[in-house]
């Protein structure tokens, strides 16, 4: 049961102790064979108490062994505590002369180096005895001798101390029967090394029993005298051995290479200290017991002994006696023991420079929040966020409505029962933010002074009487009122009038905040209406981004491009848009992130657009729609002068310089080159012109030349903007038979088009219709019931004229790269064909527009405004309008029907007669 339980624990083989009377006796018998009483009692007391007091404060912080400083494997800070505070350790080396004999104590790893104090655990019951009696009757000396490793002469590594006990183990119960008895033959110490080191016993721990079947153990304090070689064995229980004392062989102090070798020992040892301060304590030690660093033999004992490599090597170490050869391994040893402490620091180093600068951030922020916490400045992380949401929410707490209160409510109540680190914390907590930071019945001061907004929009604007007038109704209805509700204005004309920075001045004009977003190409109707709160990165639509950047809920908001919105697998946005812009239904208008009503009603809208035609009936069923017609050149003059100019100058920095453009110049720059209906190319063409101007003013500057104000006429566009793109709309001076002048209207105004007819082939029954030009469905209706209509007038006109029964005809629109459509070219086509069969020119400087039926009835287009203007572009002096349009060409300003002269018709014989039937 004995050998069994040694195996289990890997412990060092134990007996059961002798009674006590016995033990008494042996351990006198023993001390007397050592030699030990050579030794003063009074000495004795001193060195013990002296080395008691060291181990104890050394061993009170884990109450196990813990006087070997890391990494020196022996050497230990108690010790160098002890002798400063008590005068240091005794040393007392008997003469080797009277220990031949000595207690062998097993080193299960790093042997002990001569001066140098190290622990070492004992579980031998009858050696920690032995050792017991011996400090009572006076000083006691072992031989500490390393054990072999298992199949090599030494041990291989510090990390087979466990092997080491399995190897002592076995063969101790190899030479040890289970009675306890020896066996013949078998040396006990052939488990250790020969060579070991003589040393004193300055103190003795009993450690509690650590093990199921209460064994015992203690831990000796060790200092190393010399080396000793195991001769052989005199007893086995407990194991006593016969030594020799060795010395070191002789050497030369003097000898150049010894004292160089001790040098570099020396400064090897400070570079250590460097990268592992730990062994200062044992370094301590040497010099308050030695106090010689250049005494070869000690300093590479003590170098050693610093060392944290494999038990072999120290072996190598102890059991050379050549004070040289021991110097060059101790070197090498310290060489590598710093190179390691490098390699750690750089490790250390490198894993340091991982901590980003997040980690570290995140390391101050927590504590700086513990900090707070314990001073009272701040409370953790929820209860603030709950706090900041609930002072945010109760000033409008009455205002809101009572659906919603309870939703914020519910969601507090929520917030305080999460877990800041789970994924529902974050949802709810956007939730609040967004709920608690809209300005539930927040009002914005307004303006409704009719003066001060006629001042703000003519100042900004130039024009737009129709836009303005609606504006000045819009503040008249708010003031009679005395409060405003939201409304939808959609203003549509070409790029270029100034649609969207009206929406900017009708704000200023009205004092509201603005807020602008513009939903051209728009297919997802989350834009609109929001994510649902389940997905990742879900925010509320526009609107409730408006409001929330706003602070108000009645801002002034301008979507533009609402005629180019998009449709995509997302949904249709413009079916979207029907609940936002119905002033019946915005009042509880309900986002999808939100998911409670919120109240629109108080917003005005203004919608920007280029036409209509792409605009859902639905949805402009909800708009008021107020047209902007292009600039006349007067218009665009005044505008020029008044404001675009102005500008171009300042951002080519020319505010202070004399530059200026001629009014011929300033004509002909908007007729020949910019002839549009808006004024944006009119701006790009004056940026382009002060541009150049402003490389002249920097050329001259450069060489120090005074620069004479530049005016620009007529003569200087060509260098400076180019050739004009075109001289007229007029290709014909005076238009043959076959040829009319039509009016049309684009997106990008009032244009002025020639539809040209000619015979192809005249024959029996050849009587047909062609058409080219890039013309639409409309147009192409329009043609055939031209044709059809053609020939029963021409009959009753001309009775005898049969050309339209047997000519092939060709109709075309020049710019056939342009698309065109439209219900407005009947009466054009009709005039055309007539013309040619009837070989008679339409009047001069004339031109017309309007859709024809089958019965010759001529019906109202759009666009009377933008095709007036481009009539007076061209030159035309007679416009033929249908009848049902009088009212819009009345609408229209003097300056635009000036040198017009506009005929009115609502049937063809009256188109006839002002086109055709005239003297040549």
């Not at 020992?265 to 570079?271: E, G, L, M």
């Not at 977003?517 to 990165?537: N, P, Q, W």
């Not at 005629?563 to 309900?590: C, H, I, V, W």
């Amino acid at each position: 049961m004995l050998a069994r339980a040694l195996i289990r624990r890997r412990q060092a083989v134990t007996t059961l102790a002798a009674p006590s009377r016995a033990r008494s006796t042996r351990s006198r018998a023993l001390l007397d064979e050592l030699g030990a009483g050579a030794v003063a009692a009074e000495g004795v007391g001193r060195a013990r108490g002296s080395s008691k007091n060291a181990f104890v404060r050394a061993t009170t912080a884990n109450g196990n062994e813990t006087l070997a400083s890391a990494g020196d494997g022996g050497s230990t800070s108690s010790a160098s505590s002890s002798s400063t505070t008590s005068g240091g350790i005794m040393v007392s080396a008997a003469h080797p002369s009277s220990h031949p004999q000595v207690l062998a104590v097993p080193l299960p790893r790093r042997p002990l180096m001569p001066g140098i104090i190290m622990p070492v655990k004992v579980t031998d019951e009858k050696l920690i005895a032995e050792l017991e009696d011996m400090r009572n009757r006076g000083q006691a000396y072992v031989g500490a001798f390393l054990m072999r490793s298992e199949g090599s002469s030494s041990s291989s590594a510090a990390g087979k101390e466990e092997d080491a006990f399995d190897a002592l183990t076995k063969r101790t119960v190899a030479s040890v029967g289970l009675d306890g008895e020896e066996e013949e033959g078998a040396d006990p110490s052939d488990h250790m090394h020969d060579i070991g080191t003589f040393a004193q016993v300055h103190n003795i721990v009993r450690l509690p029993a650590d093990s199921p079947n209460g064994e015992e153990s203690a831990t000796l304090l060790l200092l190393g005298h010399r080396r000793l070689r195991k001769l052989g064995t005199m007893k086995r229980d407990p194991l006593v051995v016969q030594v020799e004392h060795l010395k070191d062989e002789k050497f030369d102090a003097n000898d150049d290479i010894i004292k160089a070798t001790t040098n570099e020992v020396v400064a090897t040892i400070k570079d250590l200290l460097k990268t592992n301060p730990l062994h200062k304590e044992t370094l301590q030690y040497f010099a308050q017991n030695f106090n010689d660093f250049q005494d070869p033999p000690k300093l590479a004992d003590l170098g050693a002994s610093m060392c944290s490599a494999d038990d072999a090597q120290l072996q190598r170490v102890l059991e050379l006696l050549s004070v040289k050869d021991r110097l060059d391994a101790t070197l090498e040893l310290l060489k590598k023991e710093v190179e390691i402490g490098k390699l750690q620091a750089d490790i250390g180093k490198k894993v340091e420079d991982k901590i980003s600068g997040d980690q570290r951030r995140y390391f101050l922020m927590e504590q700086l929040k513990s900090i707070k916490k314990e001073l009272g400045m701040e409370r953790d992380d929820k209860t603030a966020l709950i706090e900041k949401f609930t002072k945010r929410f109760e000033p409008k707490r009455k205002s809101v409505p009572e659906e919603t209160v309870k939703v914020i409510d519910e969601e507090l109540q929520k917030l305080s029962g999460l877990e800041p680190s789970s994924s529902e914390f974050n949802v709810t907590r956007n939730y609040l933010e967004w709920l608690t930071s809209l300005p539930w019945g927040v009002c914005g001061d307004e303006k409704l002074d009719i003066a001060h907004a006629q001042e703000v929009l003519d100042a900004d604007h130039y024009g737009l009487e129709d836009v303005k007038d609606r504006i000045l109704e819009f503040i008249a209805v708010g003031q009679l009122l005395g409060t405003t509700q939201g409304k939808i204005i959609t203003m549509v004309g070409p790029p270029g009038v100034g649609k969207t920075s009206i929406g900017q001045s009708i704000a200023k004009a009205l004092g509201r905040k603005f807020y602008r977003f513009s939903v051209g190409g728009m297919s997802d109707v989350a834009e609109i209406k929001g994510h649902r709160r389940t997905y990742v990165g879900a925010m509320p639509g526009k609107l409730i981004q408006c409001l929330k950047s706003t602070g108000v809920c009645n801002p002034v908001v301008l979507i533009d491009e609402i005629d180019k919105l998009g449709r995509g697998y997302q949904g249709d946005p413009a079916s979207a848009l029907l609940e936002l812009l119905d002033p019946e239904q915005n009042g509880t208008f309900l986002d999808h992130y939100l998911d409670v009503p919120v109240d629109l009603s108080k917003v005005l809208f203004v919608c920007t657009a280029n036409v209509l035609d792409t605009i859902p009936g639905p949805l402009l069923d909800r708009m008021e729609v107020v047209r902007l017609s292009g600039y006349i050149t007067d218009e665009k003059v005044q505008i020029a002068r008044t404001y675009l100019e102005k500008a171009a100058k300042g951002k080519s920095g020319l505010s202070d310089f004399d530059a200026t453009i001629t009014d011929e110049a300033m004509s002909k720059l908007i007729g020949d080159y910019c002839r549009e209906a808006g004024v944006r190319n009119l701006q790009k063409h004056l940026e382009k012109v002060y541009r150049k101007v402003a490389l002249k003013v920097a050329r001259a500057k450069s060489t120090d030349t005074t620069l004479d104000p530049i005016v620009i006429d007529v003569d200087d566009l060509v260098d400076y903007v180019g050739q004009p793109p075109f001289q007229t709309d007029r290709i014909y001076d005076e238009t043959p038979p076959g040829v009319v002048t039509g009016l049309a209207w684009t997106a990008m105004g009032g244009s002025t088009l020639y539809i040209e007819c000619t015979s192809v082939e005249s024959g029996e029954g050849k009587g047909s219709l062609k058409t080219t030009g890039q013309l639409g469905d409309v147009m192409k209706e329009s043609s055939a019931i031209a044709h059809t209509f053609t020939r029963g007038f021409l009959q009753s006109k001309d009775p005898g004229n049969d050309f339209l029964q047997k000519t092939s005809l060709h109709v075309h629109v020049p710019a056939g790269a342009t698309p065109k459509d439209g219900p407005s070219a009947g009466v054009t086509i009709t005039t055309s064909l007539l013309s040619l069969a009837m070989d008679k020119p339409v009047k001069p400087n004339l031109a017309m527009t309007g859709e024809l039926t089958l019965t010759g009835r001529v019906l109202p287009v759009g666009g009377i405004k933008e095709k007036t203007i481009a009539a007076r572009r061209s030159g035309v002096k007679t416009i033929i309008f249908p009848q049902g349009n009088k009212k819009d060409y009345d609408e229209l300003s003097e300056d635009i029907r000036e040198g017009l002269e506009a005929c009115f018709v609502s049937t063809y014989d009256e188109v006839y007669r002002h086109a055709l039937d005239w003297d040549r």
